[in-house]
């Protein structure tokens, strides 16, 4: 399986409503993405995959080489949501509180007081983000997981909605360090950003030429607010699933571990993301419940980061997705 389509799934029945605002709430969620289309062209599946994380009160690992847009999507992304926003360019000297926070003196009292870090904030580019030490990537692991930062033993809590956007380039090596499976693991997502078709790379290319700049997004405006999103937040959470498709997900993680090329398969945590993001997805198609079919579209993009293959199945080229998309054939699929 690839990523998630480019637009939400047309409902095969008539699509209930999960409560009364739930419509106007998946209408405001697709003005987003109309936003997000006024700046980055052909990564709707990009898109997509950072609604879910947000809807799911995740975050989503984008990964690309240089140029696809991978920043700009971002930076679209939360000024279509409106939010407040705080860019890390993340270097090898970046210590962790540079990130986090840390305790400044004041001269003027004589005392300490704590400065927020940029991780105080809605959404959280973090950019590059394997070219920090795991010392300073670990800085993010309390955010990420508890929403909350710790210092000197007093617990500060971070706004919501919170989103970590983390960027980083699968070709270039030198210089960087690669992501601690815990780091991973609080990445609800993994997106490929990919180079665009070529009509949608045309269009780029037409935009710029009638004057479009990336710096700057002025076209780009805020399609919901703080509040609506909460409340979609929490119509997702009300989205069901039958005994059948939990019993469905726990036979694709148990697939997983049984894998002959895979050395550490997907854990129960893995299963109830993949959970979580599969509500949304059904959730942003209109569904009251999840089906399979919502299991199989958000399977690759939520345990390719999580699954560890052995090493000689590497040294054979065994891709991840591949060994998932054999997962999702091999598994019978509940009616």
Do not use: C
Not at 206 to 235: K, M, N, W
Not at 253 to 260: S, Y
Request: net charge negative; hydrophobic share 45%.
């Amino acid at each position: 399986m690839t990523d998630p389509a480019p637009h939400p799934a047309a409902p095969t029945a008539p699509a209930v409503s999960l409560d009364p605002d739930a419509e106007r709430l998946r209408a405001a969620i697709a003005r987003v993405r109309a936003e997000v289309g006024k700046a980055v062209v052909g990564q709707d599946g990009a898109v997509s995959g950072l609604l879910i994380a947000l809807l799911s009160d995740g975050h989503a690992l984008l990964e690309g080489v240089p140029g696809v847009a991978k920043t700009l999507l971002v930076r679209s992304f939360s000024r279509a949501l409106g939010l407040d926003t705080k860019r890390v360019q993340f270097t090898p000297d970046l210590m962790p509180g540079d990130v986090s926070g840390s305790l400044v003196y004041d001269a003027k009292t004589g005392e300490f007081e704590f400065r927020e870090g940029p991780v105080f904030t809605n959404i959280l580019l973090a950019d590059e983000i394997n070219r920090t030490p795991p010392k300073t990537q670990s800085a993010l692991l309390e955010a990420m997981e508890e929403r909350q930062v710790s210092s000197d033993g007093v617990t500060r809590p971070l706004p919501a909605p919170f989103l970590v956007a983390a960027t980083q380039n699968p070709i270039e090596h030198e210089g960087t360090y690669t992501l601690p499976e815990a780091q991973l693991d609080r990445f609800l997502l993994k997106l490929t950003i990919r180079v665009p078709e070529r009509d949608a790379e045309i269009d780029v290319l037409r935009r710029h030429s009638t004057g479009f700049s990336p710096r700057r997004l002025d076209a780009v405006e805020a399609a919901v607010t703080p509040d609506e999103i909460l409340a979609a937040q929490r119509s997702v959470r009300e989205v069901s699933a039958t005994d059948d498709v939990l019993s469905y997900i726990v036979d694709l993680a148990r697939a997983t571990r049984q894998a002959a090329s895979v050395q550490v398969g997907a854990s129960p945590r893995a299963a109830t993301a993949l959970l979580s993001a599969a509500k949304s997805w059904a959730w942003l198609s209109g569904y009251p419940a999840i089906t399979p079919d919502h299991v199989q579209a958000m399977l690759t993009p939520v345990w390719r980061h999580r699954i560890l293959l052995r090493p000689d199945a590497e040294i054979e080229g065994v891709a991840v997705d591949s060994v998932l998309a054999s997962v999702l054939r091999q598994t019978a699929v509940p009616r």
